[in-house]
């Protein structure tokens, strides 16, 4: 959808608002009933389930985008056409096992590019499990350290394998493979001396292989999606796919961001019934209002997006 044709509809659910008792669009979807939080949003999930659209096979070749299904975590491996291997994030520390069995499924025997994009232990809980089992060409990160188990472990992983550590830039672009662009959105070093969370530090990445992209935003709340909005053009957020900030967290996904990558296709990676109650309904009604395919991994389980550079399809293994 064109972000024109988003941005009115917004706007015309926010005049419908008075008229029906509500003055915001969160208490407009939530009654006072004590389930009623819960139901709305399993009504919304059903609903954004029956109208995803049916999708053509893409043609080969084509950049394989896997989020792999590690719980209430993240884990995204992409291939591009030429055989390329990326993996973004390693899920918490029980996923080791459903990353190699999807790794190996997909032929992975090595990684050009392993990035890490912030710290917090459902991102790298099984990230030295990972440096030990595959060669990894390069490792992409942000400099901060985390008090938890699997910081450590990972650091000393990098150095038992002498595996190379770059540290994210935005603006910057990584050489991975000759098809596509990989440009990195976040962190921004002109709001380096602002105060750091480690959310809003995660590493963003945009994808581009022909006219098709993927943004990956680990992570990424509010304050960063403000932060690449005041930085970059548009054009550099557009992109088809989008992985929903902070596993579909309300505090992620704001509308001007959402508006300005205007995906047709969003994922969350997120655990059944986890404690946060991801993804929020407040995401999940922004979807349905932009008419935007949703998959979720506590629900889909494995979801895998293939761009052929001029469409996008997608399986659920």
Known sequence: ?????????????????????CTTLHNCLHADEPDAVEAEKQALRETLRSERPDTLPADEPSLKVVVIDVGQGDCIL??????????????????????RSVLDANGVTKLDVLVATHPHEDHIGSMAKVLDAYPVGQFLTIPQAQANDAYPEMCAALERNGCPVAYAQGGATIPWAESCTVT?????????????????????????????????????EEQAEKRMLDTFPRAMLKADVLKLGHHGSASSTGFSF???????????SCGTNNDFGHPHSETLSLLHDTRTAFYSTDTDGTVVFRLDGNKVSVDLP
Not at 90 to 97: H, M, N, R, W
Not at 185 to 205: G, Q, R, T
């Open 258 to 268: 959402f508006l300005a990558v205007d995906p047709d296709f969003a994922v969350a």
């Open 184 to 220: 990195v959105l976040n962190p921004i070093p002109a709001y380096a001396d602002e105060p750091k969370d480690l959310n809003d530090l995660s590493v963003v990445l945009h994808i581009r292989y022909g006219s098709t992209a993927v943004l990956l935003t680990g992570d990424a």
């Open 1 to 21: 959808m064109k972000p024109l044709l988003r941005l009115l509809a917004f706007f015309l659910v926010l005049l419908l608002l008075p008229t029906l008792g």
């Open 78 to 99: 992409l291939i591009s056409p030429e055989g390329r291997t990326m993996l973004v994030d390693a899920g918490p520390k029980d996923s080791f096992s459903r990353i």
